[in-house]
């Protein structure tokens, strides 16, 4: 699987006119996430610059604001550039509050590789070199369009993380595929497990119809699985939710959720690192962005992913 995916890599490379001398091993590199620190999803990620890291030989470090802030992110973005890393790995979770140090970066000749949320469009008016994730609006749609094939009507979309514009294109995407206009089927749910639980339970009882539920990732798709448990729901709802995690896995195979859109992390993470690598030591990069995803996990590939769910998918 690593040979697999070093020669993916280095098969995207190519020369676009950058220059860059080459350099020993031992860079450095600094990825920037908005996520919390109570987000597990984000493990995959780690685990993938660790991997890309050993593999090239170079330093990596995950850096994120704590509580999810995102004055504290952009904050985090003007030390890490103030450092002179050899290349800044950043999310665009809100372009208004991350634009100015991103750029200021960019300035500074730092090269940099958005990821995960944000759009190839921003990126490149950030002037970094390009976007490694996945087309958020699309990928709600997708998710959209099959649950009206299965007869959704009414919905409800958990948002965990409504400050960044990315996750409400996610329920944009799933509302304007099913004709309907997104309204308060879309609630804030926070981040507290307990919080998320009470609140899908309360929408639920509130709105009896609702017969379809999207879930922005782990942190909302967990607490939403026990809120249907309780409710007697479990299986009676047609159920789908962005990113897998064992729980998630579980709830595929039980019928419980009909599918997991896979954003594929792993490589928002690795491919990064690699390219990053390969511009400081020889002055080459990939001429476009890479769409991570979408791909959608369901109980007929459950198997091909569930063993590396947390670590590798």
Known sequence: MKKTLIAMAAAAVAFTGYAAPAAAEGERFVLVSHAPDSDSWWNTIKNAIAVAGEQMNVEVEYRNPPTGDLADMARIIEQATASNPDGIIATIADYDVLSGPISDAVAKGIPVITINSGTIEQSKQLGALMHVGQPEYDAGKGAGEKAKAAGVTQFLCVNHYITNPASVERCQGYADALGVELGNQMIDSGQDPSEIKSKVMAHLQTNPDTNGILTLGPTSAHPTLAAL?????????????????????????????????????????????????????????????????????????????????????
Request: negative net charge.
């Open 229 to 313: 448990d309780e409710l007697g729901k479990s299986g009676t709802i047609h159920f789908g939710t962005f990113d897998i995690s064992s729980e998630i896995a579980d709830a595929i195979k039980s019928d419980v959720i009909a599918f997991a859109i896979d954003q594929q992390p792993y490589l928002q993470g690795y491919l990064p690192v690699v390219i990053l690598t390969n511009l400081a030591r020889y002055g080459v990069v990939p001429g476009n962005s890479i769409n991570s995803g979408p791909g959608f996990v369901t109980k007929d590939n459950i198997a091909l992913v569930e063993e590396y769910a947390g670590e590798y998918r």
